[in-house]
Every structure is written in structure tokens, then in C-alpha cells.
Nanobody
Framework: QVQLVESGGGLVQAGGSLRLSCVAS????????MGWFRQAPGKEREFVAA????????NYATSVKGRFTISRDNAKNTVYLQMNNLNPEDTAVYYC????????????????WGQGTQVTVSS
């Protein structure tokens, strides 16, 4: 089992920045691909970004490319999502997720999920 706990969400004005963190425990963090997803009210959960174990491979949703950066610190069992130039369309609950092998965008491929952290961007 892998336990994931997100933090760093909040209310920010359009154009602002936030950094989300996700701390993992329970299994060797190094073995897992880590991803960020988000879900807005009335919408399906969507892929945001993912990173492989060594941070040598990343993938981003088109809507966040150039604004968001995913990174990880394996010594701290933590994955980050730096979000810059936020806009109201980024408002959602953001979830951290983990899986073995392969940086993929399908949320159904991820085995472990955190409880989520709310990000609200005001215009």
C-alpha cells in the first residue's frame, strides 16, 4: 500500500502561483511513477502531469504545458506541482496518484490516490 497526502492548495487570484506537494509513505517511493490529476465540479477527473521515478521523463496536459512543472524529491518521498500563471479554468480539486511503470495519462492506470487539495482561482 502507498499512502498519499496532498497539501498546498488554496485561493489565488488569476495570474498567481501555487505549489502543491504530495508526500508518499508505505512503499518505496522510488518505485513509482507519480501523477497529478484534477477534477472540477461536474467534470471528469483529468490528467495534469506525471513524472517517472528518476524525473527523466515527464508528461503534461496541453492545457498546463508551459505553466505547470512537476518535480520529485525521492529523498523526501515527495512530488511537487508548481503552478504559475493560474487562471479560473484551473479551479479544481487536485489529486496526487501513484503507479508502477510508465508515465501515462489514464487515471484508471493509477493504483493509489490521495484525498485531494482544493485549488480555487479567482478572476
Amino acid at each position: 500500500q502507498v499512502q498519499l497526502v496532498e497539501s498546498g492548495g488554496g485561493l489565488v487570484q488569476a495570474g498567481g502561483s501555487l505549489r502543491l506537494s504530495c508526500v508518499a509513505s508505505g512503499r518505496t517511493f522510488l518505485n513509482y511513477v507519480m501523477g497529478w490529476f484534477r477534477q472540477a465540479p461536474g467534470k471528469e477527473r483529468e490528467f495534469v502531469a506525471a513524472v517517472n521515478w528518476s524525473a527523466t521523463s515527464t508528461n503534461y496536459a496541453t492545457s498546463v504545458k508551459g505553466r505547470f512543472t512537476i518535480s520529485r524529491d525521492n529523498a523526501k518521498n515527495t512530488v511537487y506541482l508548481q503552478m504559475n500563471n493560474l487562471n479560473p479554468e484551473d479551479t479544481a480539486v487536485y489529486y496526487c496518484a501513484a503507479k508502477r511503470f510508465g508515465v501515462v495519462v489514464n487515471p484508471k492506470a493509477y493504483d493509489y490516490w490521495g484525498q485531494g487539495t482544493q485549488v480555487t482561482v479567482s478572476s
